[in-house]
């Protein structure tokens, strides 16, 4: 099995990367592009045949390490 997860930044918290990124896409000429996050995807193998327990390990493997539950949202992904 494999997970995939996605991590952003929590609506309403500052990103200054974001911000940087729309910055250069604007003055790239990019002025259609706009409230832009930065995040992070995490791509897993896992030891798992049970998909239900593969999905309970990876939830908490976000809310123990991989995402930052003050400032972060995560959502993942389970393929067989």
Do not use: W
Request: net charge negative; aromatic share 6%.
């Amino acid at each position: 099995m494999r997970a995939r997860v996605y991590i952003t930044p929590k609506k309403g918290v500052l990103d200054p990367q974001g911000k940087a990124i729309e910055h250069s896409l604007h003055a790239l000429g990019f002025d259609e592009a706009h409230d832009v996050h930065l995040g992070k995807y995490v791509e897993l193998a896992l030891d798992s045949q049970e998909p239900e327990r593969a999905r309970q390990r990876v939830d908490d493997m976000c809310r123990k390490l991989l995402a930052n539950g003050v400032i972060e949202d995560y959502r993942f992904e389970i393929e067989e």
